[in-house]
């Protein structure tokens, strides 16, 4: 503890001089805890912030990473948004992660809902959810692939086996959309799960009282009490899966990085990290890498701001209450019609 | 451009850097130790007993080392990433008959004419000497070995069919692409599920091989478009179109599992597929292959070069290395394994070549390839080659898998290339 | 009190056939690490697992330096995670519990540094390295990753929750400075949210696979992840013992989560609700 002694000791020393009356120098008072936050801010000077803005440079230029560097101005972004690969690598990641997450938080929801109403074996459960999200992705997609492949695939024994045709999942883009959102599906539906958990565990049992009192069935609590109430975290797997989703790339690399073709058979599977990657390390074209990384950057932040948007002016407290009262209007007033139906 | 890159970063990144003291030794070395020169290459590129031998001591260079990495997937990115990197670059690496890629950064290689490549020269065949120079003379790579090619199949499979079984009689059957689509169809209808390809691409690759001519003229000029090309392409279509292909994409898990699971019963490859197809995918069908000339004559496809980094640790010796690799004895013995085959005439007449192969029932191999061999008229390979051939290639795939006709296929590739031809100041 | 049983039983039946699907690419791994790659390729296909399994595990040793590849890994994990939790801990107990000029500015950037994808500057950081002499080496794979902005939002919530107040006065009366009190008050308490860190960045640089792929060129010194993949590429047509490589990379990091996790999940669940 040399280093902190000496740290600390001239401060210490220097405010015992001055005395209570003399006013202290705030800043070298507060030199350790400068000392404590500089490391992040150096290591985000050297190998972020100096990149992001050596980056704009590089996409100005033409350059392999080897020889010489070639000044060639917006080039490299008319070229990106006139190259119809790139439009594909978006709307190729905008597709694999629609099919991914919406299938996935559907589950994870009626997952937690039934951890939420199994008492035993939980910690069982949990474990086994949670265990695909800390695979590896690499050893995942091998196995996945070989689950879709053309010919030796478990899925294409299976489909031969009830008589059907054999689907070419591998060949066919849509076939690599499924393949790969399956992946992504299935590392993230337990964690996406636990934390719905966690958060139907923090909703108040009075509410469900409440309905019950009114006689609303399960089905009626589940979708008119428990989903409006967890809208924060299903917003907040929302966006991470976006981040998440926008940013895939190792699950077409394993499947068809050796192929020279890393988004496999029609560009299926390339998304835009992947074209990022390949541009930039599979041809060298480091300054046509950087633009896309702004392209990227510019993606990221446009659904940021959706998801901003989504979640504006949530303010727990306010939608329990109202989610409260609308669930009770609404139960009162199914209940009010079946009972005009009988009636009838 | 007034400010280099280099200043620019000496600049910023550097100085920040130094103000913080992160930038230690910023070592610009090659991988491996100093006595040991690190040599990357393809799996089934060497045989493994001379790199045994080299890696402990190389012959003519003693107390130097050789250390072998095998290479496999994207082999391309990995060298120019490396290269990219300026750290722990090997000092050897094996480039692929598009050698000419290269060629824009020939600076990062040593010009192998400075260290005596001309004393050997006339031991290797001509074409292939001159594919490793670059256009202002600069002796890039050094002759590893050729890619004649062939038409390997299985005789079990093609007896069962009721086809001819000699490789005599086979090739007499299919002189010509149209005549194997022939073949191929009763193949197919014998024995369902049997394909003569594992994909679109291998067709268009082996068909290309066979030409006189690529995507560029000598002086320059684009004629990827032209009517050879355009043949090729339809070619492959047809072989589709006819289902014979496995649909089994190259580099993918599928393409070996065909090869096992013996729905490849046909095959036109270069040599060196006898190793990295048949005898690692499926061991288990020894004594049933056959090879025999291809359909549509003699052709070459791959073969490789060495080439040393400047940041080889030892040129000398790298290249006594080089030069003993590659001599017409011990090419002969990699023809053995893994069949690869000699870019040295000389090594045609050594007994290890002309040997039985117990893999193909027994046939002496080296006839089928030393045939092609001497009838292929060579061809030229441009810096831009690889760059034509991505879009071409995966265009090829889309018609494959049915994505988009023939037609508006081939006018995208066109477009394409047109597009990454303009991009890099080709046209 | 039917329909609660009826709740339970029908839960259970959910819940049981969500494992089914967890698990099973787990034992489809085994499958096919277990059998010999003809089998693997024919159809039908093995179902059940087979007795090859010592002899792929055996081929995938003496084919890549599996341990060596395993250690690095460890290395770069173990070290990333140290410094993380060294330096983010000791961020976040002085953005959480002390008054500082520009704190909240500071706070502010960071947060702002949170949002920025790491893939914009991938080419840049690339090229920063290089100059660095820094591509291939643990260096590449440590330093970059050594403090990072959610570990420090993250520790600086659960600071503020979890240090009292009357602890730091009381260790300043005693007369020790700021590192002192981190020491001495702000280590023990944060003990629990560092295990959360700490498990967290491990899994995340042992599993992660983009930056190593670029940085570490020399193919004899890869990390697991990467080794793989290498492997797959070299010796792909032995596929069943690319199976017992997939095997073998997965099983050391679910061995000690099965051990530990409980916790973790706890944790993370409730580091989400706090978002």
Redesign the interface.
């Known amino acids: 503890m040399a280093v902190s002694d000496a740290l600390r000791s001239p401060a210490a020393v220097r405010i015992a001089d001055e005395g209570p009356s003399q006013r202290p120098n705030k800043f070298k008072q507060a030199f350790p805890q400068y000392v404590a936050v500089a490391p992040f801010f150096?290591l985000f000077?050297?190998f972020g912030a100096?990149p992001v803005?050596?980056s704009i440079?590089l996409s100005f230029?033409s350059?392999?990473?080897?020889?010489q560097?070639k000044?060639v101005g917006l080039?490299q972004y008319s070229?990106l948004l006139t190259?119809p690969t790139f439009w594909k690598s978006i709307t190729n990641t905008l597709i694999i992660w629609v099919l991914s997450t919406v299938p996935m938080l559907l589950l994870a929801l009626l997952i937690a809902n039934s951890l939420h109403n199994a008492t035993r074996f939980r910690s069982f459960y949990r474990i086994a959810y949670f265990i695909p999200n800390i695979t590896s992705v690499v050893a995942v997609t091998m196995v996945f692939?070989?689950v879709f492949?053309?010919?030796?695939g478990l899925l294409n024994a299976f489909l031969t086996s009830i008589g059907l045709d054999k689907i070419?999942w591998?060949?066919?883009?849509w076939g690599i959309k499924i393949a790969i959102a399956t992946i992504v599906a299935w590392r993230w539906t337990g964690y996406n799960a636990i934390i719905f958990l966690a958060g139907l565990q923090a909703i108040s049992s009075d509410i469900y009282e409440a309905a019950k009192v009114d006689g609303a069935s399960s089905r009626q609590q589940f979708w008119q009490i428990t989903v409006p109430l967890l809208r924060p975290v299903i917003l907040f797997t929302a966006v991470t899966s976006t981040i998440g989703g926008l940013q895939i790339f190792t699950e077409s690399q394993v499947?068809?990085?050796?192929?020279?073709?890393i988004g496999?058979?029609?560009?299926g599977g390339l998304t835009i990290v992947s074209y990022l990657y390949d541009n930039a390390?599979?041809?060298?074209q480091?300054g046509y890498g950087a633009a896309i990384g702004w392209a990227l950057f510019i993606l990221i932040v446009l659904f940021s701001i959706i998801n901003w948007r989504l979640i504006g002016g949530s303010d727990d407290e306010r939608i329990t209450k109202r989610v409260a009262r609308r669930a009770q209007r609404k139960i009162a007033a199914e209940k009010a019609g079946k009972e005009y139906a009988d009636a009838h | 451009?007034t400010l280099?890159?280099r200043k620019?970063?000496a600049l910023?990144?550097?100085g920040?850097?130094a103000a913080?003291g992160?930038?230690?030794?910023?070592?610009?070395s090659s991988?491996g130790a100093a006595d040991e020169l690190s040599l990357?290459a393809w799996?089934g590129s060497v045989n493994d007993d001379l790199i045994a031998q080299a890696s402990k001591g190389i012959p003519g260079a003693p107390g130097k080392k050789v250390a072998l990495?095998?290479?496999?997937?994207?082999y391309?990115?990995?060298l120019?990433?490396?290269?990219?990197?300026?750290?722990?670059?090997p000092d050897i690496v094996g480039l692929n008959d598009d050698v000419a890629t290269y060629f824009?950064?020939a600076?990062?290689f040593l010009d192998l004419h400075e260290l005596g490549a001309d004393q050997v020269k006339g031991d290797f065949l001509e074409w292939k000497w001159k594919l490793g120079i670059t256009p202002d003379n600069r002796m890039m790579a050094f002759p590893m070995d050729t890619g004649p090619t062939a038409l390997f199949y299985r005789r079990d499979i093609f007896a069962k069919a009721g086809l001819p079984t000699e490789p005599g009689d086979v090739a007499a059957a299919a002189p010509d692409w149209s005549s194997y689509i022939e073949l191929g169809k009763k193949l197919k209808q014998a024995v369902p599920g049997a394909a003569i390809t594992d994909n679109i691409t291998s067709i268009y690759a082996y068909a290309l091989a066979q030409l006189p001519k690529r995507y560029m003229t000598v002086d320059g000029q684009y004629i990827g478009n032209g009517d050879h090309i355009r043949q090729a392409w339809d070619l492959s279509v047809r072989v589709v179109k006819e289902g014979l292909s496995?649909?089994?994409?190259?580099?993918?898990?599928?393409a070996?599992?065909?090869?096992?699971?013996g729905?490849l019963a046909a095959f036109v490859g270069a040599v060196w597929w006898a190793q990295?197809g048949p005898k690692?995918?499926?061991p288990?069908s020894k004594g049933n292959w056959r090879v025999t000339p291809a359909p549509g004559g003699p052709g070459n496809r791959g073969g490789s070069f060495l080439a040393i980094t400047k940041y080889c640790k030892d040129p000398e010796a790298a290249f006594k290395f080089i030069t003993w690799l590659e001599s017409a004895q011990n090419q002969a013995q990699s023809f053995l394994d893994p069949v690869l085959f000699p870019s040295t005439p000389a090594s045609y007449a050594d007994p290890k070549m002309t040997g039985a192969d117990p893999f193909f029932g027994g046939q002496r191999i080296v006839d089928v390839f030393a045939e092609s061999a001497k009838k292929y008229p060579g061809t030229y390979f441009s810096p831009y080659d690889s760059?034509i051939n991505?879009p071409i290639?995966?265009e090829l795939?889309?018609v494959?898998?049915g994505?988009k006709s023939s037609d508006q296929a081939w006018n995208d590739a066109q477009h394409l290339v047109d597009?990454e031809l303009t991009?890099v100041g080709a046209i | 009190m039917r329909t609660e049983r009826v709740r339970e039983v029908t839960s259970h039946v959910v819940l049981m056939l969500g494992v089914l699907v967890s698990l099973f690419p787990f034992y489809w791994m085994l499958v096919m690490a277990s059998n010999t790659?003809?089998d693997i390729?024919?159809?039908p296909p093995k179902l059940l697992v087979g007795s090859h399994l010592l002899e792929n595990m055996r081929n995938v040793l003496s084919n890549i330096d599996f341990f060596g590849a395993m250690l690095l890994t460890l290395i770069a994990s173990l070290g990333v995670t140290v410094l993380v939790l060294f330096f983010d801990s000791l961020a976040a107990f002085a953005f959480a519990k002390y008054e500082f000029p520009g704190r909240n500015l500071l706070f502010g950037i960071l947060l702002v540094t949170f949002m920025i994808p790491s893939q914009l500057a991938l080419v840049p950081q690339?090229?920063?390295?290089?100059?660095?002499?820094?591509?291939?080496?643990l260096?590449a794979l440590i330093?970059p990753g050594a403090a990072n902005a959610f570990g420090i939002f993250w520790m600086r919530q659960y600071a503020k929750g979890a240090i009292p107040d009357e602890l730091i006065s009381a260790a300043k009366v005693d007369g020790a400075g700021f590192f002192r009190q981190y020491l001495t008050v702000g280590l023990p308490v944060l003990r629990p949210g560092l295990a959360f860190l700490g498990i967290f960045t491990f899994i995340n640089v042992w599993n992660d696979y983009l930056w190593p792929l670029?940085?570490m060129?020399?193919?004899?010194r890869l990390t697991l992840q990467v080794a793989l993949?290498?492997l797959?590429?070299?010796?792909?047509?032995?596929?069943s013992m690319v199976m017992a490589g997939a095997l073998m990379s997965v099983i050391p990091l679910i061995g000690v989560f099965i051990i530990g996790g409980r916790h973790f999940i706890a944790d993370i669940a409730a580091g989400a609700m706090k978002f």
């Open positions: 150096i000077a050297i100096f803005f050596f440079w230029h350059w392999d990473g080897i020889g560097m000044w080039e070229y190259d692939g070989s492949s053309n010919n030796f070419e591998l060949s066919q883009p499947l068809f990085g050796a192929s020279g073709s496999g058979p029609g560009d390390f599979g041809s060298n480091f | 451009m280099t890159r620019f970063l910023t990144a550097g920040a850097a913080t992160l930038t230690g030794c910023g070592s610009r991988l990357w799996t990495t095998r290479i496999g997937g994207d391309k990115t990995k120019l990433t490396s290269l990219a990197g300026k750290s722990m670059v824009p950064n600076d990062q496995a649909n089994a994409q190259s580099g993918s898990t599928d070996n599992a065909v090869i096992t699971n729905r990295l690692n995918a499926a288990e760059i991505k290639t995966a795939v889309n494959e898998i994505a597009r991009r | 790659t003809p390729f024919a159809y690339f090229v920063t390295l290089a100059e660095f002499g820094w591509i291939g080496s260096k330093i670029i940085v060129t020399d193919p004899n993949q290498q797959n590429g070299v010796y792909g047509t032995d596929y």
